[in-house]
């Protein structure tokens, strides 16, 4: 089923509201301002479903405030909260509904926990799921995902190094598949339907991310 479909936003739906109420709960006692969060983000999916038609676009144009309480919930650095925000992080990211702003976000709350030593496995595959779903992540973004990436691969665990690895691995291959693909809709244009400078601005993100991912290769 595409993750577009009716159906799938449907669900998309009703698993982030699920996920927020789960939040919520789990906050109660301990994190009031966290609950607090996630009882307002369920008001903004339900006006997100009520006012839009096009909802996958609009969840996208309010993903930094969707995806809000979710980061606060990592914050915490409790386990059990922090699977559950990532666990619904993943769910977002899968459907394409995190601008580049809410992916900015969502980096540098991985990098707190990568830094604290927390969910190592889980905010690698995070950071996977992120690139390989995703083409909002360039530059500085981009430099940082792959840093946290390669800092993982020197921790001490065999398990995380391993994985980290291959994360390392599928994130330039991914990076190299989009140069690729702009390459060949870079011939594919004509003067007659881009100029010359457009089409240089379509093909320059791709390499320079390409360009960026080595350069952090080099620097380790």
């Not at 980290?164 to 991914?174: G, I, L, N, S």
């Not at 011939?187 to 952090?216: F, H, I, P």
Request: with cysteine; net charge neutral.
């Amino acid at each position: 089923m595409s993750t577009s479909s009716p159906e799938a936003v449907k669900k998309l739906l009703e698993n982030m509201q699920t996920d927020l109420r789960s939040l919520s709960m789990e906050c109660k006692k301990k994190f009031p301002p966290v609950k607090e969060a996630a009882e307002s983000g369920i008001v903004k999916i339900k006006t997100i479903a009520a006012r839009n038609t096009e909802i996958l676009a609009a969840l996208k144009e309010n993903s930094s405030e969707v995806v809000q309480p979710f980061l606060m919930g990592c914050g915490t650095k409790e386990p059990k909260i922090t699977q559950l925000c990532l666990a619904a992080i993943q769910r977002l990211m899968s459907h394409e509904v995190v601008s580049e702003a809410a992916a900015g976000n969502i980096i540098n709350m991985l990098w707190q926990l990568m830094e604290n030593g927390l969910e190592e496995l889980k905010l690698l595959q995070t950071v996977l799921v992120l690139l390989t779903t995703n083409t909002v992540v360039h530059d500085e973004v981009l430099s940082k995902a792959i840093v946290l990436c390669f800092r993982l691969h020197f921790t001490k665990d065999n398990i995380t190094n391993n994985t980290a690895a291959a994360t390392v691995r599928q994130v330039v291959t991914v990076v190299f598949e989009r140069m690729v693909a702009e390459d060949e809709r870079f011939k594919g244009l004509d003067n007659k339907t881009c100029s010359s400078e457009q089409r240089r601005s379509l093909y320059k993100d791709a390499v320079s991310d390409l360009l960026l991912v080595y350069a952090n290769i080099i620097a380790v």
